[in-house]
C-alpha cells in the first residue's frame, strides 16, 4: 500500500511521530537501558565518510573468509530457504556431540552465544532478584538482565582482571545467576584454572553460572580452564556457552551453543524460540566442524601474531595496555578516546571506543589481516602525534 493510498488515515497536520516520552505499555525498566551499539559496519563508514577504502578491526571478527568448503555449504543450503530449518539441528547437535564428547542432549543451540545469554536469564532469573556481573564486561549481561527486570550486582575488575573473591562476596541469598566471560571482553585477561575451580567450590547452590567462552580457541592452553565437563555437574548448576562467530569466520549467520547438564539443557529448550536457527547459519557451522583445512588454527596463529606487533608499537609509544587471551588489544591511548576512535575513522580505520564502556581513555582494537594492521598502525601513530595528550 503506498502512501498516497493511506495518506487519509491520519487527519492532515497529524501525522504519527515519534514520541520522546515513555509509552505506559512498556517495561518500566526499559527506558534505564541504554541499547547495545555494536562497532561501525564498513558500508556506514563508507556512506558518511566517503571512502573506498576501510578496514574494520572494531568487532572482534576473524578477518579470514570461510573455508571453501564453508561457502559451497552456504550455497548448497541457499537453495531450500523457502522451507523451514530443522528446528532440533538433529545433524548440527550429533557433530558438536562426537566433536565434544558429550551427548546431543547436552547441547543448546542460539542465535549467537548473545541469544544462550538472553534465554538463560529468562528461563532462570525473577524479576527482582540479583545477577552477578564484573564491571566492565560484555554488555548485553547487563542489559538482558534489566529487561528480565533483575538487579544487577557489578563488581569491579581488579588489575583489569575479574576479581573472583569479590564475586563471591556478591553473592547473596537473592543471586540467581552470574556471569563470567572467559576471556573477558573488552580486556582480553581469563580466570585460570585454579581461580575458577575455587570459585565454582563456592558456589551456593541455588546459583547458576554462565560460563561465556566466546573466544575460547584463542585463550586454551597453559592454565586456562577446560570447562565441559563442570557443565554436565549434578551439584552445581553451569552453563558453558562457545559461538562460531569468532575462531570459525561466522559472525554474519549468528549460531552458537551451549553445554549443560540435560535438565538445564531442556529448560533453556522450553523458552527457545522454534526455528531459532536458520537453515544456512546450520549448514555452515556443520561443514565448519567437519573443515580440515586448519582454517580455526591459522585463526588462532594470525591473532597471536598480530598481537606481538601490536604490543611492540604500544611498547614504543610508551602506552600502557592489557595483554590479552584473544584476538583483540584493549589500549590506553593516554588521550580522548572519542577523538582517536574520530581520527582513525576518517582515514578508514575503525577501531572502538571504550568510552561506553566505563573505559575513557581507552581504545579495543581486534588484529586484522596483516595488511589491514600495517594500515592501523600507520594511521595510530600519526593520530597519536596530532592528538594532544589529555
Given at each position: 500500500m503506498s502512501f498516497r493510498e493511506t495518506s487519509g488515515i491520519?487527519?492532515?497536520?497529524?501525522?504519527?511521530?515519534?514520541?520522546?516520552?515513555?509509552?505506559?505499555?512498556?517495561?518500566?525498566?526499559?527506558?534505564?537501558?541504554?541499547?547495545?551499539?555494536?562497532?561501525?559496519?564498513?558500508?556506514?563508514?563508507?556512506?558518511?565518510?566517503?571512502?573506498?577504502?576501510?578496514?574494520?578491526?572494531?568487532?572482534?571478527?576473524?578477518?579470514?573468509?570461510?573455508?571453501?568448503?564453508?561457502?559451497?555449504?552456504?550455497?548448497?543450503?541457499?537453495?531450500?530457504?523457502?522451507?523451514?530449518?530443522?528446528?532440533?539441528?538433529?545433524?548440527?547437535?550429533?557433530?558438536?556431540?562426537?566433536?565434544?564428547?558429550?551427548?546431543?542432549?547436552?547441547?543448546?543451540?542460539?542465535?549467537?552465544?548473545?541469544?544462550?545469554i538472553v534465554l538463560a536469564i529468562r528461563a532462570f532469573v525473577h524479576p527482582g532478584e540479583e545477577v552477578v556481573v564484573a564491571k566492565p564486561t560484555f554488555l548485553i549481561y547487563h542489559i538482558a538482565s534489566m529487561v528480565e527486570g533483575a538487579v544487577v550486582r557489578a563488581v569491579p575488575l581488579k588489575d583489569m582482571k575479574y576479581d573472583m573473591e569479590a564475586m563471591r562476596k556478591a553473592i547473596t541469598p537473592r543471586t540467581k545467576m552470574v556471569f563470567v566471560a572467559n576471556p573477558d571482553n573488552p580486556t582480553g585477561t581469563y580466570v585460570n584454572k585454579p581461580d575458577l575451580e575455587r570459585f565454582i567450590r563456592s558456589l551456593p547452590r541455588?546459583?547458576?553460572?554462565?560460563?561465556?567462552?566466546?573466544?575460547?580457541?584463542?585463550?586454551?592452553?597453559?592454565?586456562?580452564p577446560e570447562t565441559l565437563m563442570n557443565a554436565l555437574r549434578k551439584d552445581k548448576d553451569i552453563i558453558v556457552a562457545r559461538t562460531f562467530s569468532k575462531a570459525y569466520s561466522l559472525a554474519g549467520l549468528r549460531i552458537g551453543y551451549a553445554v549443560s547438564r540435560e535438565e538445564i539443557a531442556d529448560v533453556l529448550n522450553k523458552v527457545r524460540e522454534p526455528f531459532n536457527i536458520n537453515s544456512i547459519a546450520q549448514a555452515a557451522a556443520?561443514?565448519?566442524?567437519?573443515?580440515?583445512?586448519?582454517?580455526?588454527?591459522?585463526?588462532?596463529?594470525?591473532?597471536?601474531?598480530?598481537?606481538?606487533?601490536?604490543?611492540?608499537?604500544?611498547?614504543?609509544?610508551?602506552?600502557?595496555?592489557?595483554?590479552?587471551?584473544?584476538?583483540?588489544?584493549?589500549?590506553?591511548?593516554?588521550?580522548?578516546?572519542?577523538?582517536?576512535?574520530?581520527?582513525?575513522?576518517?582515514?578508514?580505520?575503525?577501531?572502538?571506543?571504550?568510552?561506553?564502556w566505563g573505559l575513557p581513555g581507552f581504545i579495543r582494537v581486534n588484529v586484522g589481516l596483516p595488511r589491514e594492521n600495517k594500515v592501523f598502525i600507520r594511521e595510530f601513530r600519526k593520530a597519536m602525534k596530532e592528538i594532544a595528550k589529555s
Open positions: 491520519f487527519p492532515k497536520g497529524k501525522l504519527m511521530r515519534k514520541s520522546t516520552k515513555r509509552n505506559s505499555n512498556w517495561k518500566k525498566r526499559l527506558g534505564e537501558i541504554k541499547p547495545y551499539k555494536p562497532g561501525k559496519p564498513i558500508e556506514e563508514v563508507r556512506r558518511e565518510i566517503g571512502l573506498k577504502k576501510v578496514i574494520k578491526l572494531a568487532s572482534n571478527e576473524n578477518p579470514f573468509f570461510p573455508p571453501k568448503g564453508v561457502v559451497e555449504a552456504i550455497r548448497r543450503a541457499a537453495s531450500d530457504v523457502n522451507r523451514y530449518p530443522d528446528g532440533g539441528s538433529f545433524y548440527l547437535k550429533k557433530a558438536l556431540s562426537g566433536k565434544l564428547k558429550i551427548a546431543p542432549g547436552n547441547i543448546v543451540l542460539g542465535n549467537g552465544s548473545d541469544e544462550l541455588h546459583v547458576v553460572l554462565f560460563l561465556d567462552e566466546a573466544y575460547y580457541e584463542f585463550a586454551r592452553g597453559g592454565d586456562y556443520l561443514a565448519a566442524l567437519e573443515d580440515r583445512t586448519g582454517h580455526v588454527k591459522k585463526a588462532v596463529d594470525l591473532a597471536t601474531k598480530g598481537k606481538k606487533e601490536l604490543y611492540e608499537v604500544f611498547n614504543d609509544l610508551g602506552l600502557e595496555y592489557v595483554p590479552s587471551r584473544s584476538n583483540f588489544v584493549l589500549v590506553n591511548v593516554e588521550r580522548n578516546s572519542t577523538r582517536v576512535f574520530e581520527y582513525l575513522l576518517t582515514k578508514g580505520v575503525i577501531v572502538r571506543d571504550m568510552s561506553g
